[in-house]
């Protein structure tokens, strides 16, 4: 462990209050790795890749060579913290290696309690000791001194010896993921009601982004563009995007998690769960979704679905808010998909239009995702196209009828498919396929 001081907020007191914090140092593990034989080829992204050209773009910029230099992921989120009286969260910050397959993990940089954050304060000082390490990486030799200039301490006896060595590998950072609500808080990004914009791989905002046309979302913000957006709004630049290289159009991707399992795909749930419920016996809304709930009970023992939704109720499907939408965890949305069709067949009336559009729509995200679960990636792009006509028919439907259905596209829907323009390499886990059902969303939207 590496510790350093960093300014927090003293639970007690409410102040600033510089204290000790533990840090993984990325270019220490990746030393580690890069000591097994083969390590760096391992490590190499696949031709073709978006991992690839970023990748190359990046040792490029940085004036790395690419034989040596392996690509780095960095990844952010925040998870509730459990026990708690009030709630609340901890921002994990984890490095891995997305192009190697032989070591998938993410590991930890450092953890940080919301409750302790002071805001840009203290993710900056972070900031700071990653780009150090990152740094390592990158000039390829470990480190004479601490991130801050200072001598090493007497917890630092061995770092102090590797002073000046090689380091058997460099790296690069080459993606950046995480949900929207840490892009914004640690790296800057806008939200989707911001007024400049909504997305930072192009020009879309609140107001316009119904009328986006293609071309209109192939022309991605500058660097200098972002740069000004974000001091224009009053705010300091955060210091990770000092570095010439780091420009978040290349490095920022969306995160399938949290977009499409709890984007799309709980949208899309929700809805359709919602109008099957009206078709299920009940004199009160409550009544019809607990009767929709038996059958879904039902549908679950049958298939021995192994992470299941805990209960079905008006408000799990958010009835009542902005549009509907199924609140659970990303694992139940993504088991629950493939079932949609299965309880569509039995509570939409096909002899009805609107029913049947949406049986449709369940059988198509039902296949998209067992096609991405299976790997059948040659199937994925038909089933999806599907997925993103259907949708967008219900959402003009939606438009005409002033009515309620999974077919409105909430501005989080719209931001995430025109962001996403690349294709996986054949062999890709479960979550990696879940980018796989938007690739083809952005050319029906």
Not at 105 to 110: A, L, N, Y
Not at 268 to 275: M, P, S, T, Y
Request: with cysteine; proline share 6%; glycine share 6%.
């Amino acid at each position: 462990m590496y510790w350093a001081t960093i300014p927090i907020k003293g639970p007690k007191t409410l102040e600033e209050s510089w204290e000790w914090h533990c840090f993984l140092l990325p270019h220490e593990w990746v030393a580690k790795i890069g000591e097994r034989p083969g390590f760096a080829e391992a490590c190499k992204a696949t031709v073709g890749t978006k991992l690839h050209s970023t990748f190359l773009i990046q040792c490029l910029q940085a004036g790395l060579p690419a034989e040596g230099t392996v690509p780095l992921g960095l990844h952010g989120d925040a998870v509730p913290v459990l026990g708690t009286i009030r709630k609340q969260s901890l921002d994990f910050i984890t490095v891995n290696l997305p192009g190697c397959h032989r070591w998938p993990e993410r590991v930890p940089f450092t953890v940080l309690q919301g409750k302790y954050n002071l805001g840009q304060k203290t993710r900056d000082e972070i900031w700071k000791i990653f780009l150090w390490s990152l740094n390592i990486l990158k000039t390829g030799n470990f480190p004479d001194c601490r991130h801050d200039g200072s001598h090493w301490l007497k917890s630092d006896k061995k770092r102090k010896l590797l002073g000046g060595k090689s380091l058997p590998a460099r790296g690069i950072l080459c993606e950046i993921r995480g949900d929207w609500d840490w892009y914004n808080a640690w790296l800057q990004l806008p939200t989707w009601n911001t007024k400049w914009g909504m997305c930072w791989l192009c020009k879309a905002n609140h107001e316009n982004f119904k009328t986006f046309d293609t071309n209109a979302r192939n022309i991605p913000w500058t660097k200098a563009e972002f740069i000004a957006n974000v001091t224009g709004m009053g705010k300091t630049l955060s210091v990770f995007w000092h570095w010439e290289e780091h420009d978040p159009a290349v490095l920022v991707r969306p995160d399938w998690l949290h977009a499409v399992d709890h984007g799309i795909g709980a949208d899309i749930a929700g809805g359709l769960l919602l109008e099957m419920a009206q078709n299920c016996p009940g004199r009160s809304l409550k009544e019809r979704v607990a009767s929709l709930w038996q059958d879904l009970q039902k549908v679950y023992k049958d298939n021995k679905t192994e992470y299941r939704i805990d209960t079905l109720t008006p408000q799990k499907l958010n009835k009542g808010g902005n549009v509907p939408t199924l609140k659970a965890l990303a694992a139940q949305v993504r088991l629950l998909m493939p079932l949609l069709p299965i309880l569509a067949e039995k509570h939409f009336d096909f002899r009805i239009p609107h029913q049947l559009a949406c049986q449709k729509l369940a059988r198509f995200i039902g296949k998209a995702y067992t096609y991405m679960e299976s790997n059948q990636l040659q199937k994925l792009p038909e089933a999806c196209q599907k997925v993103a006509e259907q949708y967008k028919q219900l959402q003009r439907e939606a438009e005409k009828m002033m009515i309620s259905i999974p077919g409105i596209l909430c501005p989080k829907c719209i931001c995430f498919s025109i962001c996403v323009r690349w294709v996986a390499p054949a062999k890709i886990s479960g979550h990696t396929r879940m980018k796989q059902l938007v690739e083809h969303l952005p050319n029906s939207l």
